[in-house]
Protein backbone atom coordinates (compact mmCIF):
# COMPACT_ATOMS: atom_id res chain seq x y z
CA UNK A 1 0.00 0.00 0.00
CA UNK A 2 1.16 3.41 -0.62
CA UNK A 3 -0.04 6.90 1.44
CA UNK A 4 -1.42 9.22 -0.77
CA UNK A 5 -2.09 11.67 1.90
CA UNK A 6 -2.66 11.87 5.55
CA UNK A 7 -4.81 14.60 8.03
CA UNK A 8 -5.04 15.47 11.57
CA UNK A 9 -7.31 17.59 13.78
CA UNK A 10 -8.10 18.68 17.32
CA UNK A 11 -11.18 20.58 18.11
CA UNK A 12 -12.16 21.77 21.90
CA UNK A 13 -15.85 19.52 22.89
CA UNK A 14 -16.92 22.99 23.64
CA UNK A 15 -17.06 24.24 20.64
CA UNK A 16 -19.72 21.51 18.82
CA UNK A 17 -21.57 21.91 22.08
CA UNK A 18 -22.41 25.97 21.28
CA UNK A 19 -22.78 24.84 17.36
CA UNK A 20 -25.55 22.25 18.35
CA UNK A 21 -26.89 24.93 21.02
CA UNK A 22 -26.79 27.92 18.47
CA UNK A 23 -28.30 26.09 15.48
CA UNK A 24 -30.42 22.59 16.57
CA UNK A 25 -30.99 20.33 14.10
CA UNK A 26 -30.21 22.37 10.97
CA UNK A 27 -26.49 22.50 12.26
CA UNK A 28 -26.82 18.68 12.89
CA UNK A 29 -28.27 17.75 9.74
CA UNK A 30 -25.77 19.78 7.77
CA UNK A 31 -23.03 18.40 8.86
CA UNK A 32 -23.82 14.45 10.38
CA UNK A 33 -25.55 11.73 8.35
CA UNK A 34 -28.60 10.07 10.06
CA UNK A 35 -26.49 7.35 11.28
CA UNK A 36 -24.04 9.27 12.99
CA UNK A 37 -27.19 12.24 14.47
CA UNK A 38 -28.55 8.55 16.08
CA UNK A 39 -25.25 7.12 17.33
CA UNK A 40 -23.93 10.27 18.78
CA UNK A 41 -27.33 11.16 20.44
CA UNK A 42 -28.01 8.27 22.02
CA UNK A 43 -24.79 8.05 24.78
CA UNK A 44 -24.43 10.38 27.67
CA UNK A 45 -21.24 12.01 26.10
CA UNK A 46 -23.18 13.08 23.01
CA UNK A 47 -20.22 15.95 22.75
CA UNK A 48 -17.35 14.13 22.68
CA UNK A 49 -19.17 12.13 20.25
CA UNK A 50 -20.02 14.55 17.79
CA UNK A 51 -16.72 16.47 17.85
CA UNK A 52 -14.89 13.37 17.33
CA UNK A 53 -16.62 13.02 13.84
CA UNK A 54 -16.24 16.68 13.09
CA UNK A 55 -12.62 16.07 13.41
CA UNK A 56 -13.02 12.32 11.37
CA UNK A 57 -14.35 14.86 8.58
CA UNK A 58 -12.00 17.37 9.10
CA UNK A 59 -8.89 15.25 8.67
CA UNK A 60 -10.47 13.25 5.74
CA UNK A 61 -10.75 16.34 3.67
CA UNK A 62 -7.48 16.46 4.62
CA UNK A 63 -6.07 13.43 3.59
CA UNK A 64 -7.73 13.31 0.40
CA UNK A 65 -6.74 16.97 -0.37
CA UNK A 66 -10.76 17.38 -0.98
CA UNK A 67 -10.80 20.93 1.01
CA UNK A 68 -11.66 23.26 -1.86
CA UNK A 69 -14.05 20.49 -3.65
CA UNK A 70 -17.37 21.26 -2.59
CA UNK A 71 -17.56 18.25 -0.21
CA UNK A 72 -20.42 18.32 1.78
CA UNK A 73 -19.90 17.37 5.41
CA UNK A 74 -22.40 14.69 5.61
CA UNK A 75 -20.61 12.83 2.75
CA UNK A 76 -18.12 11.93 5.04
CA UNK A 77 -19.25 9.35 7.52
CA UNK A 78 -17.82 7.93 10.72
CA UNK A 79 -19.47 4.33 11.56
CA UNK A 80 -18.85 2.06 14.18
CA UNK A 81 -19.36 -1.30 13.98
CA UNK A 82 -19.30 -3.20 17.78
CA UNK A 83 -15.77 -4.72 18.03
CA UNK A 84 -14.42 -3.01 15.03
CA UNK A 85 -12.19 0.20 14.83
CA UNK A 86 -14.26 2.85 13.56
CA UNK A 87 -13.96 3.06 9.46
CA UNK A 88 -15.02 6.25 7.25
CA UNK A 89 -17.72 5.79 4.70
CA UNK A 90 -17.53 8.75 1.67
CA UNK A 91 -20.30 9.22 -0.91
CA UNK A 92 -21.11 11.74 -3.31
CA UNK A 93 -18.69 14.08 -4.02
CA UNK A 94 -16.78 12.59 -1.56
CA UNK A 95 -16.73 9.05 -2.97
CA UNK A 96 -16.15 9.92 -6.49
CA UNK A 97 -12.83 12.86 -5.61
CA UNK A 98 -11.40 10.07 -4.10
CA UNK A 99 -11.80 7.57 -6.75
CA UNK A 100 -10.79 10.13 -9.25
CA UNK A 101 -7.08 10.72 -6.92
CA UNK A 102 -6.80 6.76 -6.14
CA UNK A 103 -7.85 6.76 -2.93
CA UNK A 104 -9.12 2.75 -2.22
CA UNK A 105 -8.59 2.87 1.47
CA UNK A 106 -9.24 5.74 4.68
CA UNK A 107 -7.21 4.70 7.77
CA UNK A 108 -8.93 6.07 10.68
CA UNK A 109 -7.64 7.08 14.67
CA UNK A 110 -10.21 8.79 16.59
CA UNK A 111 -9.40 9.69 20.30
CA UNK A 112 -11.86 11.94 22.24
CA UNK A 113 -11.92 13.14 26.28
CA UNK A 114 -14.50 15.29 27.92
CA UNK A 115 -12.29 18.52 27.02
CA UNK A 116 -11.20 17.60 23.07
CA UNK A 117 -11.60 15.36 20.33
CA UNK A 118 -8.69 14.37 17.33
CA UNK A 119 -8.44 12.45 14.78
CA UNK A 120 -5.95 10.87 12.32
CA UNK A 121 -6.78 9.59 8.79
CA UNK A 122 -4.20 8.16 6.19
CA UNK A 123 -5.26 8.47 2.09
CA UNK A 124 -4.10 4.63 0.92
CA UNK A 125 -4.04 2.97 -2.63
CA UNK A 126 -2.85 -0.58 -2.96
Given at each position: ????G?????I??V?????I??HG?????????????????????????????????????????????????N????RV??????????TG????????????H??L???????????F??????
Amino acid sequence: MTILGVGTEIIECVRIAKMIERHGEMFLERVYTDGEIAYCSGGASATQLYAARWVAKEATLKAIGGRSQGIRWNEIEVRVEHGRSPTILLTGRAAGWAEQNGVEHLQLSLGSCRTHATAFVIALTD
